[in-house]
Nanobody
Framework: QVQLVESGGGLVQAGGSLRLSCVGA????????MAWYRQAPGKQRERVAS???????NYADSVKGRFTISRDNAKNTVFLQMSRLQPEDAAVYYC????????WGQGTQVTVSS
């Protein structure tokens, strides 16, 4: 069964940190550029961070300096370390390849209280 499973979300106070994980089943992350996306209620899904097969990272301006994407190809896992979280970071977070694999996981909810 091919799937993406995101985890690590939760409720955190503004200024706090969370670490998200994404594990792929039936998907070989080591041959894909990967990214984290988020979707807040009433808004379009947006890419917040990406990492190439070679480890080159890129970030949306809104998270630059606060979020760090990394990958462990041996474990078929991608991580998103989020620090100094703000209420505007609240969303459902998803991972996927670039370009998309054609399906999405269930995502993981991040809630930030002010």
């Amino acid at each position: 069964q091919v799937q993406l499973v995101e985890s690590g979300g939760g409720l955190v106070q503004a200024g706090g940190s969370l670490r998200l994980s994404c594990v792929g089943a039936g998907v070989r992350f080591n041959i894909e550029d990967m990214a984290w996306y988020r979707q807040a209620p009433g808004k379009q899904r947006e890419r917040v961070a990406s990492i190439t097969i070679g480890g080159i990272t890129n970030y949306a301006d809104s998270v630059k300096g606060r979020f760090t994407i990394s990958r462990d190809n041996a474990k078929n896992t991608v991580f998103l370390q989020m620090s100094r979280l703000q209420p505007e970071d609240a969303a459902v977070y998803y991972c996927n390849a670039i370009p998309s694999l054609g399906f999405w996981g269930q995502g993981t909810q991040v809630t930030v209280s002010s």
